[in-house]
């Protein structure tokens, strides 16, 4: 399978998650799935979103630039607007990106009933548009890692190009499995001469979820991309989802960056 169908297929993935289980299809708990939802569930899931983008402006404020305050703000990935929400919230002005027309059907929904009319919501092709504008306040978490990582390292150097001189950015990355120890957590390099062997998967039973890929990134490939962008100090930390592990990284802009 060439890169460029693998790509196509991690965007019809995503669309078929929207339409099918859009709420499982962010938080891979069962509680989230459409057939058991409740609304105390369905609560808890935006109360998570809060909780995270609270988390998100504390490490900020402690590690980064304690006087931040954000206006505008670009959430890459927005889903159904888990954490779009909340941004939306302490904003002047809040875009939600995301490759599937149902997750931001339903994230238009959600915006509505919380009566966020600063939203704007923005389908994305992974390579987001030079038209966007520029933002004080960047963020994505859990997304990057459902995208393969060549055309994810092009999305990160697009969206740094959003980040107005002196804005902060706040993005996640798996870069490392917890069952490959043994390799320090790095997967056997394949041949590029052999093809990805995605031949060899075996078939998706008619009914079973959508595929989701958990990709892993070099993190020296990240670093050099986020320096060369014009950004001298960060602050990291680690996540561990299931044994995906990741870091979480928080950095500001040069004021003087062109």
Not at 172 to 183: I, M, R, V
Not at 210 to 237: K, T
């Amino acid at each position: 399978m060439t890169s460029a169908a693998l790509n196509t297929d991690t965007d019809a993935a995503w669309e078929e998650w929207g339409r099918r289980d859009p709420y499982f299809g962010v938080l891979t708990n069962p509680k989230f799935r459409r057939s058991a939802m409740t609304t105390s569930s369905r609560s808890e899931f935006f109360r998570s979103g809060q909780v995270h983008v609270d988390y998100v402006m504390a490490m900020v404020q402690q590690y980064i630039d304690a006087d931040f305050r954000p206006k505008s703000v670009l959430d890459f990935g927005c889903g159904v607007g888990r954490t779009l929400i909340p941004l939306a919230r302490i904003a002047r002005n809040a875009v939600g990106l995301d490759i599937s027309r149902s997750m931001l059907r339903e994230a238009r929904k959600n915006c509505d009933e919380y009566q966020l009319p600063n939203v704007r919501l923005v389908l994305s092709n992974h390579l987001v548009s030079s038209t966007l504008g520029s933002f004080d306040f960047v963020h994505s978490f859990i997304v990057f890692q459902h995208i393969p990582p060549a055309r994810g390292r092009e999305t990160l150097r697009r969206l740094l190009q959003h980040l107005a001189p002196g804005g902060v950015a706040a993005l996640h990355f798996c870069y490392s499995k917890q069952h490959l120890a043994g390799t320090h957590g790095v997967a056997p390099q394949i041949d590029p001469s052999v093809g990805d062997h995605s031949e060899l998967r075996p078939p998706r039973p008619a009914g079973a979820d959508p595929e989701m890929q958990m990709n892993a990134y070099n993190v020296n490939e990240l670093l050099f991309l986020i320096q060369n962008q014009g950004v001298s100090r960060f602050h990291v930390d680690f996540t561990d989802h299931g044994g995906e592990l990741g870091i979480f990284i928080f950095f500001q802009m040069n004021r003087s960056a062109t």
